[in-house]
């Protein structure tokens, strides 16, 4: 019976004698966890409720819906088995380690330029910083053919780039380096924010590939990413470089506020990211020309302001923005600094697609709350309480005042983006629980 305890006792040493021998720096950890905030893993690799990067979350795509993959170090459900390899094959490759292309909704097109020293800091990091979590993966709710993997290979030899290691260019500025290696490579921000080709692929994956880079998207999931590149109207051309530096870490500016994905990114990633990095990407996506070169600059117009001051709500929506718009927005159209945005002049207001907008009045969001902005205020959905038309209505009341100018929706995009959105019908008061902020 004594031989038990031996044996324990023996295989605790060992254990102990292996562990010791895996045992990884510190500051490596650290920097890991730090590149793994940057690449905001954890928004895409966690469900709603559930635990870090164990997966398992929805991610609708135009062929289907996807659901991330456990990338806790679980040896049996997630990557406990990875060698370094595996795991550079996967994230900067596009290669599981049973061999198969993975769905580029794994942004590895933008990994491929992590460097790969980077790369072991992250490994090690998800080695072991992160908990491990048995849950296995869900399958892909994608129709065949489309669900086969194969094409996906072919989609990997034709529009991911050669595997390097990130090079600045020739006497480039290195605090625009940074920005450049953060904003193309761990922050993959042109997954969202460029538009895309026929293959699906981003038209453009760097500045170098074109002014389709980071030029905005088409809608997904009933959200428009808007443009980062220096258009006065529709862009960031009006921001300052510490606005921008705020908007990220905070999520608000005097002017404007986070909405639908980006907060993920904001309360996941950027609010912990060094200041010196946030200047580096806000100082590269400043200097992003505009993609149309002619785009007017924004100049505020006071005429509607002063008719509704003085009681004139004739225009068309504007009744319906004094019931329930104005207390927040105000009839300025100027919001309240850090707390409500401004409609007059902003980005999102005057982009030539109003997803984004008629979304937010149709569900509602909840601007959430950061370290140095602690306050989350929600604004309501409103698809309970008004029809198309008045969603349209409102929107282009919206789109053309205070020297906004954007083209016109109508009721029928509305009642497209309502069924889109499976939003409760007009009547139904929405359950208020979820109106609570999610993050």
């Given at each position: 019976m004594k031989l038990i305890p031996y044996l324990f006792?023996?295989?605790?040493?060992?254990?102990?004698?292996?562990s010791a021998a895996e045992a990884v720096d510190p500051e490596l950890l650290k920097k890991g966890e730090y590149l793994a905030r940057a690449g905001d893993c954890v928004a895409c690799h966690t469900a709603k409720g559930g635990q870090p990067f164990a997966g398992g979350l929805p991610m609708e795509t135009p062929i289907g819906t996807l659901f991330s993959t456990n990338i806790t170090p679980d040896r049996e459900t997630g990557i406990g088995d990875y060698?370094?390899?595996?795991?550079?094959?996967?994230?900067?490759?596009?290669?599981?380690?049973?061999g198969?292309?993975?769905?580029?909704?794994?942004?590895?097109?933008?990994?491929?330029?992590?460097?790969?020293?980077?790369?072991?800091a992250l490994y090690a990091y998800f080695m072991q910083g992160v908990a491990p979590v048995r849950q296995a993966n869900k399958d892909s709710a994608?129709?065949?053919?489309?669900?086969?993997?194969?094409?996906?290979?072919?989609?990997?030899?034709?529009?991911?780039?050669?595997?390097?290691?990130?090079?600045?260019?020739?006497?480039?500025?290195?605090?625009?380096?940074?920005?450049?290696?953060?904003?193309?490579?761990?922050?993959?921000?042109?997954?969202?924010?460029?538009?895309?080709g026929i293959g699906m692929q981003e038209k453009a994956l760097s500045a170098g590939e074109g002014p389709d880079f980071l030029a905005g998207s088409a809608p997904l999931e009933g959200w428009i990413a808007k443009s980062l590149r220096g258009d006065p109207l529709t862009g960031i051309g009006s921001w300052s470089e510490a606005e921008l530096v705020r908007f990220l870490r905070t999520g608000r500016t005097d002017r404007t506020a986070v909405f639908g994905g980006m907060s993920e990114?904001?309360?996941?990633?950027?609010?912990?990211?060094?200041?010196?990095?946030?200047?580096?990407?806000?100082?590269?996506?400043?200097?992003?020309?505009?993609?149309?070169?002619?785009?007017?600059a924004y100049a505020y117009d006071d005429k509607v302001s002063k008719a509704l001051y003085h009681g004139d709500d004739s225009k068309t929506?504007?009744?319906?923005?004094?019931?329930?718009?104005?207390?927040?927005?105000?009839?300025?159209?100027?919001?309240?600094?850090?707390?409500?945005?401004a409609l007059a002049g902003n980005p999102v207001v005057n982009g030539d697609d109003a997803t984004s907008l008629i979304h937010i009045v149709l569900k509602g969001d909840t601007l959430p709350a950061t370290h140095q902005a602690p306050s989350a205020f929600t604004m309501p959905p409103f698809s309970w309480r008004l029809t198309d038309q008045q969603v349209a209505d409102v929107v282009n009341f919206i789109r053309t005042s205070?020297?906004?100018?954007?083209?016109?929706?109508?009721?029928?995009?509305?009642e497209h983006l309502r069924a889109e959105l499976d939003v409760p019908p007009l009547g139904q008061i929405p359950d208020p629980h979820a109106l609570a902020p999610q993050h």
């Open positions: 006792g023996l295989s605790t040493l060992f254990a102990f004698g292996a060698s370094f390899e595996d795991f550079d094959k996967a994230v900067r490759h596009g290669i599981a380690k049973q198969y292309s993975l769905y580029p909704a794994m942004p590895y097109p933008s990994y491929a330029r992590v460097t790969e020293q980077d790369m072991r994608i129709p065949w053919p489309l669900s086969m993997r194969l094409p996906l290979t072919f989609w990997r030899w034709v529009f991911a780039p050669e595997v390097k290691d990130f090079e600045p260019a020739k006497d480039q500025d290195p605090v625009l380096a940074r920005g450049a290696y953060l904003v193309d490579g761990l922050g993959h921000c042109g997954a969202c924010h460029t538009p895309r990114v904001v309360v996941h990633s950027m609010q912990y990211m060094s200041d010196a990095d946030l200047t580096a990407i806000a100082r590269y996506l400043k200097s992003l020309p505009a993609s149309d070169p002619g785009e007017p929506g504007a009744a319906l923005y004094i019931d329930n718009c104005a207390a927040c927005h105000r009839t300025d159209g100027q919001g309240y600094a850090r707390v409500f945005p205070w020297g906004n100018r954007a083209p016109a929706v109508s009721a029928e995009q509305v």
